[in-house]
């Protein structure tokens, strides 16, 4: 089960303004960048669904996380159906991240309490997930639907909406201020956070600096 309560998890997100996306079929890779982005300030982390045996790789992170990082919320990504969302539920995800909305995903996570961010595209699906009880939905992919100016409008007439933005989100100092111009709660940040010369090379430490300035730039521009 959960570790972290639902009010915990979202206010974490929001203090924190950024959530890495990260997977690995190699769970010693993803305990490595797991500790990493721990280690450079992050609070929330997504794995995502993304492989064979990824439950298998995320419920080692699970204990992982409860021992070497013990205040890191560890969430689940790529979630498309209510039967994938209760198993990683079961293996201890504080919140179910998807590329989609599904309302029966929603109930699977709002009878355990557990944070369901939706990827929505439009206000009227921004509208019918809020509907559904998410509290924090996922603009995606951000960068198609409109960027930093969709976020914005978005919030003209809704703005009591908390938004997550993931793709063409980059960890330089003039994209995220866009983003957080604009008006997000936070950013969900993959491929650019961890480039794959760094991953084969082992540079842990280079993952840990690129989170904390990326967390300094979101905090500046607030």
């Not at 915990?8 to 190699?26: L, Q, R």
């Not at 280690?39 to 070497?68: H, I, P, S, W």
């Not at 039967?83 to 009878?111: D, H, M, S, W």
């Not at 409109?146 to 994209?175: H, I, R």
């Amino acid at each position: 089960m959960a570790r972290f309560n639902k009010l915990h998890v979202i206010s974490t997100m929001a203090a924190t303004g950024m959530v890495p996306v990260f997977y690995h079929k190699d769970a010693d890779v993803a305990k490595k960048v797991l500790k990493a982005c721990y280690d450079g300030g992050v609070r929330a982390f997504e794995f995502t669904n993304r492989g064979d045996f990824a439950q298998e790789v995320f419920a080692d992170l699970v204990k992982y996380a409860a021992k070497e990082c013990p205040d890191m919320i560890l969430g689940i990504g790529s979630i498309v159906d209510p039967g994938t969302a209760a198993l990683y539920l079961q293996l201890g995800a504080n919140f179910v991240v998807g590329p989609l909305f599904n309302p029966e995903v929603a109930k699977i996570c709002n009878r355990r309490l557990v944070p369901y961010s939706p990827g929505c595209g439009s206000v009227s699906e921004i509208g019918f997930a809020q509907e559904a009880g998410c509290d924090l939905c996922k603009v995606f992919p951000a960068g198609n639907v409109g960027g930093p100016s969709f976020v914005k409008n978005v919030l003209g007439p809704l703005p009591w909406s908390l938004l997550m933005v993931t793709g063409a989100v980059e960890p330089t100092q003039e994209n995220l201020t866009a983003w957080v111009k604009a008006g997000v709660t936070c950013v969900g940040m993959g491929s650019n956070l961890f480039p794959k010369d760094e991953l084969a090379a082992s540079n842990w430490s280079a993952i840990t600096e690129r989170c904390r300035q990326s967390l300094a730039f979101i905090q500046q521009a607030r």
